[in-house]
């Protein structure tokens, strides 16, 4: 089986590094087109290690310049020295692909990646399968109008992955036969032009990132800036919490929780819009969610041509009774 370059992420959390949920979705897909690789940058932890382990890495390769443990040589600076590990990985192992999660900063390395190499790149894939043994891809383009079905034609196929595409699944006796591969790179001047100079730890703020989280409770112009039963029903369900253009534009919730064309887009198991009305640019950013719930008190509004449940009702009245009876289990 061929290998399948997935480029890991880690985010420290209270001070603990943990592999990102989507980096663990990679290895998912990245079963079905090989054998998963996982690259981090830095060596892993025992922790780190056994959870990419557990989801299914058939090889580790923990990346080095020489340069300290965590690898300031490729994570002092910014994406394009992870371009040229990837490329430099690429011309080892030939894998079938290199998947790596489609956030701003992983589709500027897979950009980046792609030129390096001149491969074909995919962006903003929803779902990737083997068929005919060649990675196929879909991907939600024009606001959603069109799911379109994508292959690349030259070079190795470089995918970005939405977060939540899908589930990830741990691997039975996963673990045994792992090799760690210790990977030396070395890193051009010309990669090195923009520097990191500070980072800070992101807070724990007891809520999922917005693009990572399976559940979303998000509020739109009908709560009338009171975000308040939005955020309670959220921590009842362990859900992160999302906003409309319209509120977020009002100075309700701060600009980087906005969901949307514009914003972000999330495709959780469950996404709940409250006082949302489901103008076409909020569905491009969350009509992929697997299962769509609305509340709104007008029974016409268009977000219920997308929903599976609805509810026509004040959001002020119905989120804090369906909080209540959750947190009364
Ligand atoms: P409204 O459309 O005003 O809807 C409010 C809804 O709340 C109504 O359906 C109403 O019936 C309901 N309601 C009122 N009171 C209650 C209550 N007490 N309980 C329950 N329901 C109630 N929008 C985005 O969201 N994200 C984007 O990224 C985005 N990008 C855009 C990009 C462009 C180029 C443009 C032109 C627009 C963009 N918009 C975006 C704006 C979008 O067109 C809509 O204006 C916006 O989504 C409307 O937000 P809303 O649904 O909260 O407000």
New binding site residues.
């Given amino acids: 089986m061929p290998e399948v370059l997935v480029l890991i992420e880690r985010v420290e959390v209270d001070g603990v590094r943990e592999v990102t949920k989507p980096s663990l979705e990679l290895l998912t897909i990245a079963r079905r087109l090989g054998d998963p690789s996982a690259v981090v940058i830095g060596s892993p932890d025992a922790d780190v290690a056994g959870t990419l382990k557990k989801y299914g890495a058939a090889k580790i390769y923990s990346v080095s310049t020489g340069e300290g443990a965590e690898d300031a040589g490729v994570s002092g600076y910014l994406v394009a020295p992870e371009a040229e590990v990837l490329a430099q990985l690429i011309e080892k192992t030939s894998p079938a692909a290199v998947l790596v999660v489609s956030t701003g900063r992983g589709k500027e390395i897979a950009g980046r990646l792609a030129v390096k190499t001149e491969s074909g790149l995919i962006t903003d894939a929803v779902d990737v399968t083997a068929a005919d043994g060649t990675p196929t891809t879909k991907q939600s383009v024009f606001a959603g109008s069109f799911v379109v079905q994508a292959r690349v034609t030259k070079g190795t196929p470089i995918i970005t992955v939405k977060p939540n595409s899908v589930t990830p699944e741990e691997v039975d006796g996963a673990g045994s036969d792992v090799a760690e591969e210790a990977f030396a790179v070395t890193i051009s001047d010309a990669a090195k032009g923009a520097k990191v100079t500070g980072a800070e730890p992101r807070k724990a703020s007891g809520r999922p990132e917005l693009t990572e989280a399976a559940i979303v409770v998000s509020g739109?112009?009908?709560t009338?800036g009171d975000f308040e039963p939005i955020q309670a029903f959220a921590d009842s369900l362990g859900a992160a919490v999302g906003a409309?253009?319209?509120?977020v534009d009002s100075g309700w919730y701060p600009h980087s929780f906005?969901?949307?064309?514009?914003?972000k887009t999330v495709s959780p198991q469950l996404y709940v819009a409250?006082?949302?009305?489901?103008?076409i640019?909020?569905r491009a950013?969350m009509q992929t969610s697997k299962t769509i719930v609305a509340?709104?008190?007008?029974e016409e509004?268009p977000?219920f041509e997308l929903v599976d449940f609805g509810v026509v009702?004040?959001?002020?009245t119905v989120l804090p009774a369906a909080t209540d009876a959750i947190n009364r289990g």
Wanted: charged letters at 10%; aromatic letters at 0%.
């Fill in positions: 739109g112009r009908g009338g409309s253009r319209a509120a906005q969901v949307g064309q514009t914003g409250n006082g949302i009305s489901g103008a640019q909020h950013g509340v709104n008190t007008d509004a977000i009702g004040d959001l002020h």
